[in-house]
């Protein structure tokens, strides 16, 4: 019995060692032309994407040094993203990124950790400004692939047999079976086989052509490409993570259902002016992203009263300087601040004006065509006479903890809202600028200090005629 069993176990392992020696992976199967289903699920996935609104998602682009990683979200109905940018390439990037059409917010984070997380879905308030993405800068062709990836129409050439599109394989994802096919981006020309080349095989170069992974509902959850100037790119959609996403304040807030004002609406909107002189005046505080070299901060005093604005004005791209701007009956006057004056602060919280106001050498005249002008007019003229043009109610809102109505003023060329709590206050002055985004002015009703003249040259005497 013992001798049997040993030369069972003798047996069963030269045939183990026999079979481990002889033993090849079952050959990859071959990639093919899609089914026409296939092609017809590969057509409609940029209509899917647009159906299904939004999706959580998480990028890694480039290698090496130059890789960058971005985790948040995209909503394709409203052409907008969110997200926070990482990696080691990331630069001047680093922190979050709103993005809708092509308006591109940042929030500059550069102590972040290499690593992203996802973005707070209440965003922060403070720091945004207008960035313009360097050439040769990875982040731009990316974010341009996220919101390429939705359209509301199928790709119809994508549905030909021949279109240069093949089936690679199946796999699983976290939401389940799919299948992955090879294709070029929406919007570059299909792929050939090489000439002599069989049916069965894929393209010519098929590192060069994109990689869908594909549900069986026409749903995307995983995208592999390569982008020029950029290297690898691999985006993760998640379908489930879908939140209502909120535009911060430059790009326009949340967009609401404007409609006609309501009677009560129509009576706080005619007795603005009155309110206001019976307010005397505010505090203010201004952020104006006018270009994306520009992007001013202010904080002042405003007297409806007199008509006089007065308040220092800081641009994050120069954060060592200070302009003085006083508006008043004469008109604009600007002068820059001395240096070693109180009244500094930092470039993102500048401090209010010296009182009374330095010597100057001020700058006079009668009227300003830029943002921050025309935003400074419109906040002292509010206390004159009421808002011009048609106006539509267009969401509510929230401003200093009081609940708000958003009234737009104006044609699509000067476009005003007017932020007016219950009690018929104004709370804050939007304008619509020409780098199309908002700038704002917040506005805090209280009692301000005398806003003296500035101190004017004295006059040179005449020299006596002769006699």
Known sequence: MLLLLALTAVTSAAALVFGLLSWAPDPPEPTRPLTVAEGERLAAVRVTNLRDLRAGVRVTAGVDAARIELVGWVD??????????GGPGAGAERGLVQKVGAVLVVRPDPAAVPTPAAPPLVPPAD??????????ANLAPVLDLLLGLAADRPDATRAVPDG???????????????????????????????????AGSASADPDSQTRYW??????????????????PVTVVLNRTDRPTLHPVDALGGRPGLPRALTDAERRRLDQLPARLRAKSGATLTLTAPVGTDTNLRAAGWLSWTTRTAYLAVADLGV?????????DATGLARADLPAGTAGGGTAEQPERPPLPPPAGPWRVSRAGSDALSVLVDAAVAAGSVGPRGTAVRVREDVAGGQTVDVVEVGSAGARLRYWIDRDGSLRRLELHTDADAWAQL????TMVPRLAPIPRPAATPRPHAAR
């Open 127 to 136: 720091r945004w400004r207008l960035h313009r993405l360097e050439p040769g």
């Open 214 to 231: 594909l549900d069986q509902d026409a749903r995307l959850h995983k995208l592999v490409t390569q982008l020029p100037g950029v290297g």
């Open 164 to 198: 240069g599109a093949r089936w690679i394989a199946q796999d699983t994802v976290p939401a389940g079976p799919v299948d992955v096919l090879q294709a070029p981006l929406p919007g570059t020309p299909a792929s050939r086989s090489a000439p002599g080349s069989t």
């Open 319 to 327: 954060p060592d300087r200070r302009t003085l701007l006083r508006r």
């Open 442 to 445: 917040d506005l805090r009703p």
């Open 76 to 85: 394709w109905s409203r052409s907008l993203l969110y997200l926070d940018v």
